[in-house]
């Protein structure tokens, strides 16, 4: 197999010609990083039926990533932590730019874009002891590193947009972790929370959990356009204690947790790895590839159904109400009527799907 090094030396080129928009590579929907049965791994868009629109080549696993909001350009990050995130122009599958986090940092698999592409945040913390920290990178001027804050809390993962377009909410899971092999260090300890930065990173609100749920795991983040946050988390305590693994939460105001009937709580195994509300905004869902579940619930945090399908994570807006991806390269909807099959590929696709 190319080794990543040969495989950037390959494909790092970055151009000066007009970057294409997304209607060059068949105007996808979502974004998702997948392996192939060989053990390749690669970048796919999809289309709303689950089609594929275009595929590329990643020299590693990815984990998450970012489109830019007009052109054909997304970022893959490495899986957490990581040390790399390919910036790929997707028209032509080259790495146009490779990111590296500053010395002692570690990328933490999610990013986004903000300022309507202008910059990308970045999701990072310390190799060292996990302390959280935000990175921003100006786009124009080929991914320059222009500024860094504090996440306020360690083993940050997701961080999104609020819809003041200034706002960051970020996910502080409160896990530190080894600097090499992801060995979790301070279960006991640990102190998770939801942290809203301003522009320039100073604290606006947090959010902490109660102490007997020190060990749920803050991890994924979805964001209302009226700026309520749905929050999955992965508890981390002993197993089979069946705690809720989402939560809502608006600023100012206390969280609320939402919880399944026992039985349905146990079978997610303690593990929520995507969350996502629906395209009307009136439900919010929960994946666990752990225990192929996926929960439904109204956003006043009331129970709605659960879906089995094995292996599934990957979720995201659907006209139909969501779309979800599974680890045996399945994708089907989900809408008031329950799943729907819908597309089945030749991959794995990993925990996530971005919606452009």
């Not at 275009?54 to 696993?61: C, G, H, I, K, S």
């Not at 996440?151 to 090499?180: F, K, W």
């Not at 709605?304 to 599974?326: L, N, Q, V, Y």
């Amino acid at each position: 197999m190319t080794s990543r090094r040969g495989f950037l030396a390959s494909l790092l080129a970055a151009s000066a010609a007009p970057r294409l928009g997304w209607a060059a590579v068949g105007s996808p929907t979502y974004l998702a990083a997948a392996q192939l049965p060989g053990g390749a791994y690669v970048l796919c868009g999809l289309d709303q039926a689950g089609g594929e629109t275009f595929q590329v080549a990643l020299p590693a696993r990815g984990h998450a990533g970012a489109g830019h909001p007009s052109r054909a350009e997304a970022v893959v990050f490495a899986r957490r932590p990581g040390y790399f995130a390919l910036v790929i122009d997707v028209a032509t599958g080259r790495v146009i730019h490779e990111l590296v986090p500053p010395e002692g940092h570690q990328f933490n698999g999610h990013g986004i874009y903000i300022d309507g592409g202008a910059t990308l945040v970045t999701v990072e913390q310390m190799a060292e002891g996990s302390a959280g920290r935000i990175g921003l990178w100006d786009v124009a001027s080929g991914y320059t590193r222009i500024d860094g804050f504090a996440s306020h809390g360690i083993g940050p993962h997701d961080a999104r947009l609020m819809p003041d377009g200034r706002t960051l909410v970020v996910a502080n899971g409160g896990i530190e972790t080894d600097a090499q092999d992801r060995t979790k260090l301070n279960l006991a300890t640990m102190r998770p929370n939801l942290a809203y930065l301003g522009p320039g990173g100073d604290l606006l609100d947090m959010v902490e959990l109660d102490a007997d749920l020190r060990q749920n795991s803050i991890r994924h983040l979805a964001v209302r356009s009226d700026g309520l946050v749905g929050f999955a988390m992965q508890w981390e305590g002993e197993p089979d204690m069946g705690w809720p693994l989402l939560g809502l939460h608006r600023m100012g105001q206390p969280p609320l947790l939402a919880e399944a009937p026992l039985a349905d709580e146990l079978a997610m195994r303690g593990y929520a790895g995507s969350a996502a509300f629906s395209v009307d905004e009136s439900e919010i869902a929960i994946t666990s590839p752990r225990g192929g579940r996926l929960h439904r619930f109204a956003t006043d945090g009331r129970f709605i159904a659960a879906e089995t399908r094995a292996d599934i994570c990957g979720i995201a807006p659907h006209p139909e109400g969501f779309i979800a991806s599974d680890g045996l390269g399945g994708m089907i909807t989900i809408g008031p009527d329950g799943a729907r099959p819908m597309a089945r590929h030749d991959c794995a696709w990993d925990n996530h799907i971005v919606a452009l």
